[in-house]
């Protein structure tokens, strides 16, 4: 057997516990945790099969269901982040021999085709300006040039602040044979997204964004649409972790043993769940909407710009373009060291061209919204842009509601 | 936009905060989780790219390193549960065209093959007796049978209790040209591993094991011979969300984006490692070892026989013999109900046969130990099976330590 000394007394002093800033977020993700929700990681690990355990994930799943606003029988959590969610959701849907068109217009949207790229599906690809949505003409020419099993878009696209419309989409999906597979990572419980209605077949999202859990879970849903195309398949999941079909023993009846569910998460998912059925759906998106409109408002009264056209904006992330002559990521560092704010910076081909302002969960009260508004004006200051302050314009927007 | 109306007021009610019992936990995992672990979570939530946290990122590889015992530079948590090391580690190693030795001896040797089975490399198997380790001259025949690209085992198999000694199985697998990948789920931290010392090439493990966090994190390291193997894969890894390429570009010091850490689950993770570096990983191994020469003392007087010669035995789980008359799943539904504790049954061919007892981490204290072979002693007298308590047993074992 390995043999080796004890640690001597400083070494085992070496670590300290970690200690974490007061920070608020403003990235689209993670977005603040309710207290409530964290405390509730503090309840006692209990087994995987324990009876207690298995009432909770019902719940969860009860929960999840009115969220995603779907009926469907198979939504539950995948064990894993965001990302996890898109493989388990691309891996399930597709396999050799199948087109699937893929419609990227950000880096969310390029990564549902890196992953497509690893799999033996064929992708056929609809790209979109950054900034911009897809267009319905381009995704349906692409629907026709090909056999399609699948069509795979993202709903409101992280880096770029767009969303794109989903009605009208299933229809056109479901008339060439093709699942529809809806990437609301970002979306969820903060804008509508109604699986049911829209005629979803396979949407995930994260626990990390609206739903205002920490990082860790991926909600996923499938239609008997996309069940029967699991039943189908030739060939098995090229993933044994995110196949749904051992995955929903655990979840669904049987209880079988699959893999260890992350118990304390879903504790959290639970409790953040629990708090957004307490809010309600309609009166939580009425919430972003309120903030987005208070935040552009703001933003305008500073003279600063949005990067995407009014009719296009998603509401729970908001692509903000760098005023000129101003140093972009020197005024992220002041918000987060001095204000102890976080804002995301651009990605890809927008590096150091915008700011990414998730108003997501928690972060979409007023209150914090002003504190962002104030705080940034007080920097944009002492970087030299002289501006207005936006916290009037803001106000007005809540007070006329 | 989709529109509904609120929920009534009893549907908003409809969901409670979750209420759990105070279960004290001897499955093989999950383990108890000390309460300064749980406080961890606790913590604001911090961004994935927060300075902050990417000096805690730094702390949890230098703690693994310490853990895993290697200098290896690839050493992070896989955003999953031991399922998914288990996937990163075959999905990494191999590609179409190559062999692949995988030895299954129970439940997750199986999930190796099983997992392999999802990937275009051929599994060559050795597969072992439930209850008992691989003989090593299979191991060298199957590898000199084909041309191997990895050697794949099992440590210490959850499902059977059995150890698999890990001394020599590297010089064989170089001597043939093939990584050796070693799954030490249960193990690490629990009892010794050595990856330096015994030169494995990828080590994966769970947070929820001996380690003491919750579920939800898969600790794992790369040799340098591992790393250049991936540098010279044919094909991308078929997972892009378990691929360590991408992944080690976050966790290394480019501190790319790639997907979004589960934030409270590292911090959970930190707080663990440190414990551990605390009471110094001799200290700990001893721990457990002592608890379970007490455990099997303990049954023994109980006239109960474990299923694994005393030569095989893992220290941190437990295959114990359901005494002859006894019904194992009531005696753990009443361990349950009437004394919160929990312990595992079998799993496949060994259901209804076996109790499964973990001595992982906080449950591998004395007394805890006594508490469970006291409720044993109690609740097999209520089932009518007569025999003598095990305590004097195990506190002899105790005392002459």
Redesign the interface.
Known sequence: ???????PAQ?????????????L?F?P?????P??V???????????L?P?FLH?MD?IK??LQ?VF?TANRVTFPV??????GM?AAVFNAVEAGDDIVVCPMGVFGE?LL??I???PAHPVIVRGEWGEPIEVSKIEAALQSCRPRALALVHAETSTGVAQRLEGLAELAHKYDALLIVDTVASLSGQ???VD??QIDICYS?S?KCIGA???LAPITFSERALERLRTRRT??????FDVTGIEKYWGQERT?H???????N??L??A??LI???????RWARHELAHRALVAGLEAMNIQMLVTPEHRAVVVNAVCVPEGVDGARVRARL?EEHNL?V?GG?GQLRGKIWRVGLMGESSRREHLLRLLDALHQVLQAEGYACDSGLAAAEQVYAAS
Chains 1, 2 share one sequence.
């Open positions: 057997m390995t043999s080796k000394p004890s640690p070494e085992k002093k070496r670590f300290q516990p970690f200690q974490v800033p007061p920070r977020l990235s993700g993670p977005t603040p945790v207290p409530s964290l405390q509730a990681m503090t309840k006692t690990v209990l087994g995987h324990d207690v909770c719940e009860a929960m009115i606003e064990s894993g982040t965001g990302s996890a493989e990564r890196a992953i790229e690893r799999t509508p997204v109604g209605e829209n994260g990390q920490p990082p860790g098995p999941v090229q993933s044994w972790y043993y893999h260890t569910a992350p118990i304390s998460m504790y959290a639970h409790e769940l629990r059925c307490e809010e309600g759906l309609e009166g987060l976080e995301a990605l």
